[in-house]
């Protein structure tokens, strides 16, 4: 058994505000709090894409924003940047290509993405000006902070903080403990 049986609960339940990818009907839900910058983040985007692969319709994933600014100096207008493409559609287009290119997350940087997915650049560039999705990436943070989120990457399974290691196995073994508890097949 994982060490999730007595960890933090997630304290805003998985809903609409998310950027979440798997039907809600699926029997397992793993919500990452996450920041571009982070290098153990980017590790992890990789092992969610496998964990993604292997659980295919069973597995429905959501990222929320938790940017530490502190030490990650790009982190905050990446995750803007992203809500940005979000408003236009490419939420996890753009998802993807900050965590495939963490080493370059600035200003420019985030106008190529933009321009290489086909968005409205200048309306992309104006919104981060602006601070438009700066309440929104906060709201995730502070949600995040309440759900005993201390660094990043961080996983809920079902609403469980994960607390083993964030490799693909052990992952994977977590989530067929849940899939098993709500279906009875693993």
């Known amino acids: 058994m994982t060490r999730q049986s007595h960890a933090s609960r997630l304290a805003t339940p998985v809903g609409e505000r998310d950027h979440v990818q798997g039907s809600v009907t699926a029997p397992a839900t793993l919500v990452e709090y996450g920041d571009f910058e982070c290098p153990h983040c980017g590790r992890a985007h990789a092992v969610v894409k496998a964990l993604q692969e292997r659980f295919g319709p069973r597995l429905r994933f959501a990222f929320r924003h938790f940017p530490l600014a502190s030490v990650?100096?790009?982190?905050?207008?990446?995750?803007?940047?992203?809500?940005?493409?979000?408003?236009?559609?490419s939420?996890?287009?753009?998802?993807?290509?900050?965590?495939e290119n963490q080493e370059a997350l600035d200003a420019d940087d985030l106008a190529r993405y933009s321009d290489a997915l086909g968005l409205d650049t200048p309306r992309l560039l104006g919104e981060l000006d602006e601070h438009v999705y700066t309440p929104r990436v906060h709201e995730d943070f502070l949600d995040g902070a309440r759900s005993g989120v201390n660094?990043?990457?961080t996983f809920f399974i079902n609403g469980v903080r994960h607390d083993d290691a964030n490799d693909v196995d052990t992952l994977v073994d977590a989530i067929e403990e849940v899939i098993e508890a709500a279906t009875g097949v693993r």
Not at 74 to 79: E, G, Y
Not at 91 to 99: R, S
């Open 72 to 89: 990650h100096p790009h982190a905050q207008a990446a995750a803007e940047a992203a809500e940005a493409a979000g408003a236009q559609g």
């Open 91 to 99: 939420f996890w287009e753009f998802h993807d290509i900050l965590f």
């Open 151 to 153: 660094g990043t990457p």
